[in-house]
């Protein structure tokens, strides 16, 4: 062989080399990113957004996940201790678990009260029935994912084949 159709295929391998995907980036992994630019772009066409309205939602849904994932961090720290109660099968008092479903129960009071004084104060500059949607994406958006993962993945059915009876 001559030595530029050595370089030729020395870079056509390193070229397949470097396009494969990567390995995982923390929790959610390398997609984390496309996963979120996906949703707002879904969000935005569902909401019907305009410019303007896009430039307002976004910084203020940001602010939002902040104080969402905030909750979601203290609510891992109160099952951590009895879930590892539980693994290691050692007794977990009334008392201890009745404390748990108190908090969780305050924790999810507050989530609500979060997520609906977030939609209020969308009303500044979201119309109605764009607050109401707003409400409802994210069970859509979680439906539309199961959806699309449920027929990506199953199995075609077969054609054309009779069941015989026995």
Sequence with gaps: MK?????????????LLFAQPGKSRGPGGQYT??????????????????EGQA???????RNHQKEMRSIMKKEKELYTPLFEKAEEK???????????????????NERASIQ??????????????????????EPY???QVKTKMRDGY???????????RK
């Design 3 to 15: 030595k530029i159709d050595i370089v030729i295929l020395y870079l056509a391998l390193s070229a």
């Design 33 to 50: 990113d496309r996963m979120e630019m996906m949703r707002v772009w879904k969000m935005t066409e569902y909401l019907e957004l305009s």
């Design 55 to 61: 430039e307002k939602l976004f910084p203020a849904m």
């Design 90 to 108: 050692k007794n977990i008092s009334k008392k201890e678990m009745n404390d748990l479903m108190d908090n969780l129960s305050k924790l999810n």
């Design 116 to 137: 609906m004084d977030f939609v209020k104060k969308t009303g500044s500059y979201l119309e109605p029935y764009q607050q109401m949607k707003l409400l409802v994406f």
């Design 141 to 143: 958006m979680k439906e």
């Design 154 to 164: 199953m199995r075609p059915k077969p054609k054309n084949k009779k069941r015989f």
